[in-house]
C-alpha cells in the first residue's frame, strides 16, 4: 500500500507529488482532446504527452417498481433511477508511478496493485482478448481465476464477511481494468464514495460498475462526449458501450444478473426492460412521460445476497415448477398492467384514483414476491406500519430478503401522519430516504472542477483530500452531488 500525501492523496514519486500541490493542477494547458470531452484542460507529463486531468463520473441507484425476480426469468421488469448516487474520482500518476490504487472508504477498502504484476498476458491472448465495444455477456473462467489471484491478498486480514466485500468491489474493478485499459496504462488512483445504501437493493454494485466501466473507457478514450449538441443516436451508443461493461462487473459480483440495474445506472430515467436470450442484448425501452413520483425509500438495514435471493428463487422454481411459474408469469402481468397504467392518457400522477390504480398492483407484486420467499419480517414490519399510516403503497424492491421497502406516496397524503411515520420508523432502526424517480443517468466532470461559490480562480477543484473529507452522504452531496435536488453546472450528461 502507498503511504498517501497528507495533503492531497497522492502517493509521491520522487518525493513530488504527480502533478498537484496543494490541491492544484501544475502544468495546465488547454487541449482539444480526441475523445469528444471538447476544450479541456489537461496535465502535461514531463515528456510533454498530455495526462488526462483529475476528472470524476457520477451514477445513479435504481429502484425496479415492478418485476424483480421475475426479470432474471425472462419476464419484464419496470425500474427508474433514484437521486441517490456513485461519484469516482479518477486521479491520474506521472509517468513513472506504476501503481493502481482503490480507495473505496465507504466499504473501508484500499488497495495498491502494481501494474507491471498483473496477469495482462491472459487477457491479451487472442482467444480471450474482448474490445471496449465487444458484447460480453459472461465471464471468462480462466480470466476470473487469473484476476482472483491479485485479489486474494486484498483486505486478507478481515473476517470473512468484510473480506468479501472487498473482494468483489475489488475482483469487478480489476476484471474491468484488466478488460479495458492495457500494461501502457498510467498509474492512476480510483476514490469512489457513494450516496447509496451497498447491499440495500438499490443497485449499488451495478452504479459503482457504470461508474468505472465510464471512467475506464474515458481513459482509453473509447467515448465521445458527453456534449450538449450531441446526436441521440450517438449518444445511445456512448450509454450503451458504458452499460455493456458495467454488465461484466455486475457478472463479478452476482451470480446471474439480468443487467437491468446497469442499465438504469448508465441510461437514468425510467425503463422497461427484458431479457429472454442471455446471448442478445436485453430489449430496453425509456417509458416517456415517466411522472416524477416521490418515492419513500425505507432501508432495513438487514445485509442480504442478490445472489443468494436470486438462487432461492431458482431453487424453489426447480422444486415447484409449475407454481413458480405462474407466480412469475402474474408478476409478468402486473407489470404489463403498471406500464398501461402509467402510459395511459389518463394517468394524472396527483390524482388519488390513478395513483389508487397504480398503488394496488404495488401491493399485489409485494404478496407475490413474499410468496416466492424473498421478503423478510422486517420489511413486512414496514409494509405494516406504512399501511396503518396510510400514507402509500408499499413494496419490497431489488432482491429483498432484508435490503429496501419503497413506498409511492398517496397523493396529498396527511403530512402530520408521515411526521409520526418517519418516528415510527426511526424507532424501529430503519433508515429513510426521500428520493425522487427518474433523474439522469451516467455524468461526467471533466476536468473536476466546479463553481461552487468558491473563492478560487476558474472554481473549486475536487481533488482527492476534499473528496474523502466531506462527511457523511450530505457531505458528499453538498461537495460534488448531482442528485435531483442538486443540479450542477460543469456535470455534463449523455441524453
Ligand atoms: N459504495 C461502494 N463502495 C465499494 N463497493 C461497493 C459499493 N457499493 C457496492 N459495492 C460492491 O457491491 C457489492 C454489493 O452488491 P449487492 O448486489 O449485494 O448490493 P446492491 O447492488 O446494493 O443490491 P441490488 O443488486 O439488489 O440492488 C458490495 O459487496 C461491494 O463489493
Ligand atoms: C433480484 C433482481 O431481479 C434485482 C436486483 O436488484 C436481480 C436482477 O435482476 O439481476
Not at 473476517?159 to 473482494?167: A, F, G, I, L, S
Not at 454488465?247 to 437491468?260: A, K, Y
Not at 409494509?383 to 421497502?405: F, P, S, V
Request: proline share 5%; with cysteine.
Amino acid at each position: 500500500m502507498h503511504r498517501l500525501d497528507a495533503r492531497n492523496g497522492i502517493p509521491k514519486a520522487d518525493g513530488k507529488p504527480n502533478g498537484l500541490t496543494n490541491g492544484r493542477l501544475q502544468n495546465l494547458k488547454t487541449s482539444e482532446t480526441s475523445n469528444g470531452l471538447g476544450r479541456q484542460a489537461s496535465l502535461a507529463s514531463p515528456t510533454g504527452t498530455p495526462l488526462i486531468p483529475p476528472f470524476m463520473v457520477s451514477s445513479p441507484g435504481k429502484v425496479i417498481v415492478f418485476g424483480e425476480h421475475a426479470v432474471v426469468h425472462g419476464k419484464m421488469a419496470m425500474a427508474a433511477s433514484i437521486s441517490l448516487r456513485s461519484y469516482l474520482l479518477v486521479t491520474t500518476l506521472g509517468k513513472t508511478e506504476r501503481t493502481i490504487s482503490l480507495l473505496f472508504p465507504d466499504i473501508g477498502l484500499e488497495h495498491t496493485w502494481n501494474i507491471d504484476d498483473l496477469p495482462w498476458q491472459k487477457f491479451k491472448h487472442p482467444d480471450k482478448k474482448r474490445y471496449y465495444y465487444d458484447l460480453v455477456s459472461s465471464l471468462d473462467e480462466d480470466l476470473v481465476k487469473a484476476t482472483q489471484q491479485h485479489t486474494l491478498d486484498v483486505s486478507s486480514n478481515l473476517p470473512e464477511e468484510q473480506r468479501k466485500v472487498h473482494q468483489n468491489a475489488a475482483l469487478m474493478f480489476l476484471y474491468l481494468f484488466l478488460s479495458l485499459g492495457s500494461q501502457s496504462n498510467p498509474g492512476c488512483l480510483y476514490t469512489l464514495r457513494s450516496t447509496i445504501p451497498v447491499g440495500a437493493g438499490l443497485g449499488s454494485s451495478a452504479s459503482i460498475g457504470v461508474c468505472i466501466s465510464a471512467a475506464l473507457l474515458l481513459q482509453i478514450r473509447a467515448l465521445a462526449g458527453p456534449h450538449p449538441d450531441q446526436p441521440i443516436d450517438e449518444s445511445n451508443l456512448q450509454i450503451e458501450r458504458i452499460n455493456r461493461w458495467a454488465f461484466v462487473g455486475e457478472l463479478c459480483i452476482h451470480g446471474n444478473p439480468s443487467g437491468v440495474d446497469n442499465t438504469v445506472a448508465s441510461g437514468g430515467r425510467a425503463v422497461t426492460f427484458k431479457r429472454a436470450d442471455y446471448t442478445k442484448p436485453p430489449i430496453v425501452k425509456f417509458i416517456r412521460n415517466f411522472p416524477e413520483l416521490p418515492l419513500l425509500v425505507v432501508d432495513t438495514r438487514q445485509p442480504r445476497s442478490t445472489a443468494a435471493e436470486v438462487a432461492k428463487v431458482a431453487t424453489l422454481k426447480k422444486t415447484q415448477p409449475v407454481i413458480t411459474g405462474l407466480i412469475l408469469e402474474a408478476i409478468d402481468k402486473v407489470t404489463e398492467s403498471a406500464i398501461d397504467v402509467v402510459s395511459s392518457d389518463g394517468f394524472d400522477a396527483t390524482d388519488p384514483v390513478s395513483m389508487g390504480t397504480l398503488g394496488q398492483l404495488v401491493n399485489v407484486n409485494h404478496g407475490l414476491l413474499a410468496s416466492l420467499g424473498v421478503s423478510h419480517p422486517k420489511l413486512e414490519k414496514i409494509r405494516e406500519l406504512t399501511d396503518a399510516a396510510n400514507i402509500g403503497y408499499t413494496k419490497l424492491t431489488g432482491a429483498g430478503g432484508g435490503g429496501c421497502a419503497i413506498t409511492l406516496i398517496k397523493p396529498g397524503c396527511d403530512q402530520s401522519r408521515v411526521k409520526i411515520l418517519d418516528e415510527q420508523l426511526d424507532a424501529a432502526g430503519f433508515k429513510r430516504y426521500e428520493t425522487q424517480l427518474g433523474g439522469d443517468g451516467v455524468g461526467v466532470l471533466f476536468p473536476a472542477i466546479l463553481k461552487n461559490d468558491s473563492e478560487e480562480e476558474g472554481g473549486e477543484e475536487i481533488d482527492q483530500e476534499k473528496f474523502l473529507n466531506a462527511e457523511g452522504r450530505e457531505g458528499v452531496e453538498k461537495l460534488v452531488g448531482v442528485g435531483l435536488h442538486q443540479k450542477r453546472e460543469g456535470w455534463k450528461f449523455w441524453r
